[in-house]
């Protein structure tokens, strides 16, 4: 299948775009690179430079590249610049995206995967969370994400759209070719890598008093390379017809992992120190957050391979010593 794969230039896109190509697909990347890089394109790969608020040049994009059908990863996705800019989070994550559905709509492209996230849940009421349990964003990320969500349901029952969504919480990890590098980073196992090669002096915990084993909070990590399966199974299931609009969540699988579990984890697998610090509880960090999988795994059969913590941070660790300052710009 000819496949759109928007925010391709990003992170996960980077992987999903690995995975699509081995899988047999033709790739077209459509990113505005204020968050992706050149260099996360596969070479061959076509790379449309623009953004997805720009309706004409999305379906100049779907009609020449004679496009089957879409993954949408492009998003803005940093929880704690949503509540301080609310209205940037509905305009990248809400109407740019009705923006795409319209283009698709109009060039008949009607079959999509979207990257949603498990932020959808807010304070989950119980562990592991499930796609049925209520969905109370507790912050506009999350809130954007599940309106995105909702508008698909819509454009499903009115315009026969057939729409698979993924939520999950960490990615993490590296494939060989491609790995995580955001500016600013957030995310836990790239800043313990970093602290490691000394790039960050300490890595800073945010309390532990949580009511987990070591009091650290404990979250769900998820190997890149196994998302970006879930992503193409996803594609493939539904394009074959046989189950669309439908939810999924993306888990580790197991209980999840605690930050010092992490550090630990990293301390072995890079042979390095790495000086930890433990500040305040950052305001709206839940002390568990864990998906449950079964749903996939039963409905799509997905069989992620990587859930081993130390594959997972071992991979990372991999890519940034043979990308030591991320992609070229
Ligand atoms: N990283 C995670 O742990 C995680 C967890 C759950 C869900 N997600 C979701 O997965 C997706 C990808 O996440 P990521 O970590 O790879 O993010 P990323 O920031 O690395 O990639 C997003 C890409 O989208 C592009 N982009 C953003 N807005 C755009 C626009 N308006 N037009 C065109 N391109 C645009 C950026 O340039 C970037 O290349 C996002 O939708 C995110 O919400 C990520």
């Known amino acids: 299948m000819r496949v759109l794969v928007t925010g391709g230039a990003g992170y996960i896109g980077s992987?999903?775009?690995?995975?699509?190509?081995?899988?047999?697909?033709?790739?077209?990347?459509?990113?505005?690179?204020y968050k992706g890089h050149v260099a996360a394109v596969p070479p061959g790969t076509p790379l449309i430079r623009g953004d997805l608020m720009d309706r004409e040049m999305l379906t100049q994009t779907l009609l020449q590249h004679e496009i089957e059908a879409v993954v949408h990863m492009a998003a803005d996705s940093l929880v704690g610049e949503s509540v301080l800019d609310p209205g940037k989070y509905y305009r990248s994550n809400v109407v740019a995206g009705l923006t795409l559905l319209d283009a698709m709509r109009q060039c008949s492209v009607m079959q999509i995967v979207f990257?949603?996230?498990?932020?959808v849940y807010g304070e989950p009421a119980k562990q592991p969370i499930e796609e049925s349990d209520p969905l109370r964003p507790v912050n506009p990320y999350g809130e954007t994400k599940l309106a995105f969500?909702?508008?698909l349901s819509w454009y499903s029952s009115a315009y026969g759209l057939r729409y698979a969504s993924l939520r999950y919480f960490n990615a993490a990890g590296a494939s060989a070719e491609h790995g995580e590098w955001h500016n600013p980073e957030t995310h836990l196992i790239p800043l313990v890598i970093q602290t490691a090669v000394g790039k960050r002096p300490v890595l800073e915990i945010y309390g532990d008093d949580y009511p987990t084993k070591d009091g650290t909070c404990l979250r769900d990590y998820v190997h890149v390379n196994d998302l970006a399966a879930a992503h193409v199974l996803a594609l493939q299931t539904l394009t074959s017809g046989d189950i669309c609009?439908?939810?999924?969540?993306?888990g580790c699988g197991g209980e999840g992992y605690t930050?010092?579990?992490?550090?630990?984890?990293?301390?072995?697998?890079?042979g390095r120190e790495i000086p930890v610090t433990v500040v305040?509880?950052?305001?709206?960090?839940p002390a568990i957050?864990?998906?449950?999988s079964e749903r996939i795994k039963r409905e799509l059969g997905w069989d992620p391979r990587f859930q081993d913590l130390s594959k997972i941070v071992g991979s990372a660790w991999t890519w940034l010593q043979t990308h030591p300052n991320g992609y070229p710009e």
């Open 115 to 119: 990257s949603s996230t498990a932020a």
């Open 15 to 33: 992987v999903v775009n690995e995975a699509l190509l081995q899988a047999g697909h033709e790739v077209v990347v459509y990113d505005n690179l």
């Open 259 to 270: 930050v010092c579990q992490v550090v630990e984890v990293a301390r072995q697998v890079t």
């Open 149 to 151: 969500e909702r508008a």
């Open 289 to 292: 957050l864990v998906a449950s």
């Open 280 to 285: 305040k509880r950052r305001p709206g960090d």
């Open 245 to 250: 609009n439908r939810i999924y969540n993306l």
